[in-house]
């Protein structure tokens, strides 16, 4: 594995000096400008000659990865690095959100094997059963407000009927519906 500093000469070779181009950041400062009456997130991948002031764009926000770590800024505007998904990391970091205010949160590790969130059907989730029910475990000592589990049901003249959850979406899709559901998966 090479070194932080041999690796970022290698991406100065790569990008060069500038993590942005002008043009980049012309836009980005227009856009958020043009939008001062909403919450503002950026999503990039990495800032390498730091061509990104928070403070003076007017962002709420910025989450960004390349560094395949994390940088924890709890502080407004948030500056946070995500660790990676990929690698067996399997990370994710949760952003609550509520009435414009955000409010970032640790990094969670699925883990290598991924049992810390698991959803089990009772039959094959395959459109071919028009009674369908899934058991979801969360190891994760956090409760989920808003998850979806995705349902994929036979057509139906008749609609569908949910229990413990509430549908928010159905999507046709051939010879079968993909039924969105909006559940509360407690911790």
Request: net charge negative.
């Amino acid at each position: 594995m090479e070194t932080s500093d041999n690796y970022d000469s290698y991406l100065y070779e790569i990008y060069g000096s500038q993590g942005f181009i002008p043009s980049q950041l012309t836009w980005l400062n227009n856009e958020l400008s043009s939008n001062q009456d909403k919450t503002n997130v950026l999503f990039y991948h990495f800032d390498f000659n730091d061509d990104i002031n928070l403070e003076t764009l007017g962002a709420d926000m910025a989450l960004w990865g390349h560094t395949h770590g994390n940088t924890d800024d709890y502080v407004h505007p948030y500056d946070i690095g995500t660790d990676n998904v990929c690698d067996e990391t399997m990370a994710y970091r949760m952003i609550r959100v509520n009435n414009a205010e955000l409010a970032p949160e640790n990094t969670i590790y699925v883990n290598s094997i991924g049992e810390n969130l698991t959803i089990e059907y009772n039959e094959e989730n395959n459109g071919l059963f028009d009674s369908l029910s899934a058991t979801i475990t969360n190891n994760h000592d956090k409760t989920f407000q808003h998850g979806v589990v995705k349902f994929i049901m036979p057509l139906s003249e008749y609609g569908y009927t949910v229990t413990n959850g509430t549908l928010e979406q159905i999507i046709a899709a051939g010879n079968y519906n993909i039924c969105y559901i909006n559940v509360n998966i407690e911790q």
